[in-house]
């Protein structure tokens, strides 16, 4: 069931600028055809070494709530998969519904999940600052993780618990530790294709990476997600939901597959 993308919602401010990217080639969110990814045996797994002590705050930016790390050094990094150099972890973020219909940027074989997590690393290796990563091409790697209706997550309910202290857009709160693995499926199992930031400035500057598992998460967990607001205190109250970017023509991609 595709989302009833309601006008409004696409006049959010945030998508005051086109929705698809003039000349874009390599755009995200996509639909990823399960019989159409190529298993690469050369892919490397993923390895993972994140620091909690490198959690700064969460802070709801009137798009989605972000939990952001101190990337001054190599202390919460990823390296293998398809990644060329190490990157280093500088925010994670979920995009949901508001309703468990829809909510995730990727769909699987045309299926949405109620949400789905991002976590953003940039290369630091070749560029100075993010800033400047956001322009290249591989300046980006996000780790993409669906969120399915199911158990409640334990990892999952420190964040939850902090969300209405960063009700209201602009909000922050001081977040020290954390550690963002828990909120990873056990399975290596992953796509991985050239895609884009899914909201401004849009650039075509993220290798996906997209875990084939989702992670559960409970409705109570989901509603949390709802209770925040898009705009600022003070404001006509407009509930954080739907924010995720409608799919992308595939063009001339191939995603892989980690996996037979
Ligand atoms: N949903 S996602 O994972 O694709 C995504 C990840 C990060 C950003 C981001 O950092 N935006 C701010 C931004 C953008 C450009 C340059 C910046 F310096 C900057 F902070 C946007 C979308
Ligand atoms: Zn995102």
């Known amino acids: 069931a595709c989302c009833s993308y309601r006008l409004r919602d696409a006049l959010h401010p945030l998508w005051q600028s086109p ?27 993923l390895k993972i070494s994140y620091d909690p002590t490198t ?7 009137g798009y989605s709530f972000l939990v952001e790390f ?33 909510g995730s940027e990727h769909t699987v074989d045309s299926k949405f999940y109620p ?5 953003v690393h940039w290369n630091a290796v070749e560029y100075p600052t993010f800033e400047e990563a956001v322009m290249e091409g591989n ?39 954390f550690d963002p693995s828990c909120l990873l499926p056990s399975c290596p199992d992953y796509w991985t294709y050239a895609g884009s930031l899914t909201t401004p ?10 875990k084939k598992k989702p ?19 003070g404001e006509e109250e407009k509930r954080m939901v739907d924010n995720f970017r409608p799919l992308q023509p595939l063009m001339d991609r191939t995603v892989r597959s980690s996996f037979q």
């Open 139 to 177: 300046g980006l790697a996000v780790i993409g993780v669906f969120l399915k209706l199911g158990a409640r997550h334990e990892g999952l309910q420190t964040l939850v618990d902090a969300l209405p202290a960063v009700k209201h857009k602009d909000t922050v709160i001081e977040f020290d530790v």
């Open 201 to 210: 400035p849009l650039t075509e500057s993220v290798t996906w990476i997209i």
């Open 215 to 233: 992670i559960e998460v409970d409705e109570d967990q989901l509603e949390a997600f709802r209770m925040l607001l898009f705009t600022s205190d």
């Open 115 to 119: 949400a789905e997590l991002h976590l």
């Open 19 to 45: 929705l698809t990217i003039p000349g874009g080639t390599r755009q995200s969110p996509i639909n990823i055809q399960w019989r159409d990814s190529v298993y690469d045996p050369f892919l490397k797994p």
């Open 55 to 61: 959690c700064l705050h969460i802070w709801n930016n």
């Open 70 to 102: 101190d990337d001054s050094t190599d202390r919460s990094i990823i390296v293998g998969g398809p990644l060329e150099n190490q990157y280093r972890l500088k925010q994670f973020h979920f995009h949901w519904g508001a309703i468990n219909d829809w």
